[in-house]
């Protein structure tokens, strides 16, 4: 694979997943100007929410900050940072504790739809239960990880869509979680801005070479 092609019985094909990832870089200048629909906010945070989870908790919420009132209470408890108010939208990114007594709750829909028999939903929430209850710092990282999945899609969604991202971890959590009312068992992960470019914006920034960072065992 080169460049966002791929490499077939000897045929070169063009990829444009990878041509998406490869191309996307965090965006610093946006249009003030361009806005997204109430449905573009709604498509870009359902494709957010087909990111893997643990046991299929899907423990995450999306705040879209899109309003001009909106973005005056964020930007000074985001280090004032200009793509909080120049960007169409920014989604603070909420993390939820990891809960397995909801494993049951979210499972239905599975079985509902026949993807998983009934018998195997027991099976998911004891080791969910035995991986989590006791142990508040996992509760935590699966949060985290679960809302960096989340905003991971979205970024490279936005990115295939023609649209700027800049993913954000410069912001007062306590002050968010005050302002914004977020529930006792969330956590502000990040903040994920998205709205058109104007010119300005770097390309993609040399990576690390892969021999730095890749160990074969």
């Not at 694979?1 to 946006?30: D, P, Q, W």
């Not at 960007?87 to 397995?100: E, K, M, P």
């Not at 990880?145 to 954000?168: E, K």
Request: glycine letters at 6%.
């Amino acid at each position: 694979m080169i460049n966002g092609t791929t490499m077939t019985n000897g045929i070169t094909m063009t990829n444009t997943v990878i041509e998406c990832i490869l191309s996307r870089s965090a965006a610093k200048y946006y249009d003030p100007a361009a806005t997204l629909s109430d449905d573009q906010i709604r498509e870009l945070v359902r494709i957010g929410t087909t990111a893997p989870t643990s046991f299929h908790l899907q423990n995450w919420r999306f705040i879209a900050v899109r309003t001009p009132e909106a973005k005056a209470r964020l930007s000074p408890i985001a280090w004032s940072q200009p793509a909080i108010t120049e960007a169409a939208v920014t989604f603070i990114v909420c993390g939820q504790l990891a809960d397995s007594s909801v494993v049951p709750e979210r499972l239905a829909p599975l079985v509902e739809a026949g993807i998983m028999p009934p018998e195997m939903v027991p099976e998911w929430e004891t080791p969910a239960r035995d991986l989590y209850m006791e142990y508040p710092q996992r509760q935590r990282d699966e949060a985290v990880r679960t809302g960096t999945f989340g905003a991971a899609a979205m970024i490279y969604a936005a990115r295939s869509l023609g649209l700027g991202s800049t993913p954000m971890i410069g912001f007062d959590a306590e002050a968010v979680h005050r302002e914004f009312g977020l529930a006792k068992d969330e956590v502000p992960v990040m903040l994920l801005s998205v709205g058109a470019e104007r010119a300005g914006n770097w390309p993609q920034k040399p990576r690390r070479p892969v021999a730095d960072v890749l160990d074969f065992v």
